[in-house]
């Protein structure tokens, strides 16, 4: 089983629409979550780091699930430039995983 | 403040031959990383270094990887005798602190560019 897995879309919604996605990890006594943003050929970025059940950044809101092991990222009013892929990290024995990302295509 | 940089931006090299990466962390950091990301896939991580104690190493591929980290700061990701599957991003992150000490934002992980290896 990998450490973290997403599912990889695309998805693709109009500008304006909610769009939410969810990752999985697989180690219990992980503590530490994020979410990056990956542009085409760009490296990561943080997006938003997540604690306790979670939390929000305007537009954007992430809630964790310790007990089903799940982290979710909703982005509200979706603008063209979130058009991304969304990497799910978690920490795992001092290092973090990354899962392969989903793509967002938020279209006009 | 300065970001992670990373050098070159850019290496074609034929099989065969060896290469050297480079990686400047933020100023402070004491946690270093390397991953590599071949196209269309994920982050694989390859190596950190925290502080002076001594790196793992889990993810090298190969023992034709390797990784210094020299004064606590700069560090270099060399691969020797390059192959066709070496080709990828390898991408440098920093962070304050190792992921899971503290569950807090002194982990998070900042990213320099990237190098993208080429290898013919």
Redesign the interface.
């Known amino acids: 089983r990998k450490e973290v897995e997403q599912d990889p879309g695309p998805f693709n919604v109009p500008e304006g629409a909610t769009v939410a996605f969810n990752c999985t990890y697989s180690n219990s006594a992980s503590q530490s979550f994020f979410w990056y943003r990956q542009d085409c050929r760009k490296e990561p970025k943080l997006l938003m780091s997540v604690y306790s059940s979670g939390n929000e950044d305007g537009r954007f809101t992430a809630q964790l699930n310790r007990a089903s092991q799940y982290i979710s990222l909703l982005i509200r009013d979706s603008k063209l430039s979130d058009s991304a892929t969304y990497l799910c990290v978690v920490d795992n024995d001092y290092k973090l995983s990354f899962g392969a990302g989903t793509t967002v295509t938020v279209r006009a | 403040g300065a970001g992670v940089s990373q050098s070159p931006s850019n290496k074609v090299t034929e099989k065969g031959k060896d290469v050297e990466l480079r990686c400047d962390p933020i100023s402070g950091h004491t946690a270093l ?1 390397w ?1 590599r990301q071949s196209l269309g ?3 694989e ?1 390859l190596i ?1 270094f ?1 502080g002076n104690s001594a790196p ?1 190493k889990s ?1 090298l591929p190969s023992d034709r990887f390797s990784a210094e980290r020299t004064g606590g700061s700069v560090s270099t990701l060399t691969i020797q005798r390059t192959q066709q599957e070496d080709s990828a991003v390898y ?1 440098c992150a920093s962070s304050l602190s ?8 002194t ?8 190098t993208r290896l080429t290898v013919l």
């Open positions: 990383y991953y896939q994920g982050l991580f950190y925290q793992d993810g991408l190792l992921p899971g000490w503290t569950g807090g934002s982990d998070t992980q900042y990213f320099g560019p990237g």
